[in-house]
């Protein structure tokens, strides 16, 4: 809040838009990451292929 109040009295807008209030956020060293769907869908797909894996060794094992 502080960071977004210093903003304010330095740009002179009480109301800054979206894009500005990303920059103060990066300015305190947010950064983003990666996308949670790429994420998710990476981690979905390792468990998956790790769940195939077993399911041959355990046929494997029967036979």
Do not use: H, W
């Amino acid at each position: 809040m502080q960071a977004m109040d210093a903003y304010k009295r330095s740009s002179g807008r009480m109301f800054p838009t979206c894009s500005e209030i990303l920059e103060v956020l990066r300015d305190l060293g947010y950064q983003q990451i990666g996308k949670p769907a790429e994420t998710a869908d990476a981690a979905e797909s390792e468990i998956n292929a790790e769940s195939d894996t077993e399911s041959e060794s355990e046929e494997a094992e029967e036979i």
